[in-house]
């Protein structure tokens, strides 16, 4: 193959054809490229500057996977068009870079039974990834640990029970309970508590029981909403609870404030005014613009002890402690907001 050829378009130059240019065995041409084996200076030179001149690029995928793995790991993320897992997918493409650590990603959208994410893991398994990081809250426990028999697991964003799954996760209870500390603080004492369902997502089901459980110590009477995964679902039951005398609606997502919002706008009632509406997430666009009283969680700290758990977990020189199971809470910050307000 000539130079020219080399470079056209749909044409990959390999190491037989660095070898047939450098005028060396396509042996000598690979353990040289790989900077392996002992040889004059001026062959190496040559060799080097032939892969240069035809643009050669090593194929470390088949290279790696000729050894039995590939030391890229996989990520499983969830819709990354929420903002929330927007934000993670890039703080972990990032730190995995910074890391020297190769990423490659499947996303899914609404999953509720967990099938297509299943699916999605054999198909990066079938890549040979030496590794996973899941972040999504919609597979369970039980659809994972079969997976940790192979690779290993880092659960981003959720806690995880299942020994052998590690986690950074969200302190989810604890940012349900600051939120509804806030809601008691401004007094009301009759409240909605609007989320997703456990199988829908098991982050605002563990936020919205912690809603729940410390509204009732605080002496509110708390009305209980788990819906599906649509922002809208479980909006309307919001409403009646409030004609019925509720002063505050408390959302376990940013996106299911948002549509308690519009709803009561339609509805002829103002925000905070009549009712009061908190979220949890603090990483829409526009949030401190639109004034939300929400939490921010802790994206960055999540996705940096994600990836440096993976790169222990996936180290030769790991310690004898890397076969415990890791479990990392981050606590995030409540943003007070305007759209709740005193009774």
């Known amino acids: 193959m000539s130079g020219s050829d080399a470079g056209s378009p749909g044409l990959r130059v390999t190491v037989s054809d660095v070898a047939a240019a450098a005028g060396v065995s396509r ?8 900077g392996e084996g002992r040889f004059a200076p001026e062959t190496q030179e040559r060799i080097l500057a032939e892969a240069e001149r035809l643009g050669y690029v090593r194929n470390t995928m088949a290279a790696e996977l000729a050894a039995g793995r590939t030391g890229t790991v996989g990520l499983m993320l969830r819709d990354a068009s929420n903002p929330a897992y927007g934000l993670l997918f890039s703080r972990l493409q990032d730190e995995a870079h910074r890391r ?29 990834v030496a590794g996973l990081i899941v972040a999504t809250g919609g597979i369970t426990a039980a659809q994972l640990e079969p997976f940790a028999d192979q690779v290993p697991i880092v659960r981003a964003g959720r806690v995880e029970t299942a020994e052998g799954i590690h986690t950074a996760h969200y302190d989810d ?25 456990e199988d829908v997502s098991f982050a605002e089901h563990l936020r919205a029981s912690a809603m729940e459980s410390t509204l009732v110590e605080g002496g509110a009477t708390v009305t209980r909403v788990s819906a599906g995964a649509a922002p809208t679902d479980g909006v309307d039951e919001a409403l009646d ?40 997430d603090g990483i829409l666009p526009g949030a401190d613009l639109l004034g939300l ?20 977990l996936l180290s030769s020189d790991a310690d004898s402690d890397s076969s415990e199971t890791v479990r990392q809470p981050f606590g995030g910050t ?9 009774v």
């Not at 042996?27 to 790989?34: D, G, I, Y």
């Open 27 to 34: 042996a000598t041409a690979t353990r040289a490229l790989k």
């Open 100 to 128: 020297g650590l190769d990423l490659v990603t499947v996303t899914i959208g609404a999953d509720e039974q967990g099938a297509e994410q299943v699916n999605a893991l054999h198909r990066l398994l079938g890549m040979r």
């Open 173 to 197: 209870p604890e940012h349900g309970r600051m939120l509804a500390s806030h809601v008691l603080s401004l007094g009301h004492r009759r409240v909605v508590v609007l989320s997703g369902a």
């Open 241 to 280: 609870a409030v004609r019925d005398g509720a002063t505050a609606v408390m959302c376990a997502s940013d996106y299911r404030q948002l549509a308690v919002m519009r709803a009561l706008r339609t509805a002829g009632l103002a925000v905070p005014g009549d009712v009061s509406v908190t979220g949890c």
């Open 293 to 312: 009283t929400t939490l921010r969680i802790p994206v960055e700290a999540v996705a940096a002890a994600a990836v440096e758990t993976m790169q222990r």
């Open 334 to 342: 409540l943003v007070p907001g305007s759209t709740a307000a005193p």
